[in-house]
């Protein structure tokens, strides 16, 4: 059994920062592709970034230069440091993990098996 835990979420001013977690409880496998994404309400689920087994990120054009993603191995956990907030940065933001998956690790995708419960980030102007 596989469990993605999200913690981090709050709200800030426009300008300011934040940084998620995202705790993996069970097996993890060698090849594995982490990810954020994010969806505001009445918006589709948007992929933010990527993380690949070899350590490769990709990052949505919207949050580039801005986020950065992480991992601590040693604790199971993804980060998501969030710099200069903008409100339309605003959404619940999910952890997700495919496994052993041959298709690319891109945010672009939606097939992922793996979904925490989210965070909420709230900015404001």
């Known amino acids: 059994q596989v469990h993605l835990v999200e913690s981090g979420g709050g709200s800030v001013q426009a300008g300011q920062s934040l940084t998620l977690s995202c705790r993996v409880f069970g097996y993890i496998p060698s090849s594995i592709c982490m990810a954020w994404f994010r969806q505001a309400p009445g918006e589709e689920r948007e992929g933010v970034v990527t993380?690949?087994?070899?350590?490769?990120?990709t990052y949505a054009d919207s949050v580039k230069g801005r986020f950065t993603i992480s991992q601590d191995k040693s604790k199971n956990t993804l980060y998501l440091q969030m710099n200069s907030l903008k409100p339309e940065d605003t959404a619940m933001y999910y952890c997700?993990?495919?496994?052993?998956?041959?298709?690319?690790?891109?945010?672009?995708?939606?097939?992922?098996?793996?979904w925490g419960q989210g965070t909420q980030v709230t900015v404001s102007s």
């Open positions: 997700a993990a495919d496994y052993g998956s041959s298709r690319p690790c891109l945010p672009t995708r939606r097939d992922f098996g793996f």
């Open positions: 993380a690949s087994s070899a350590d490769t990120a």
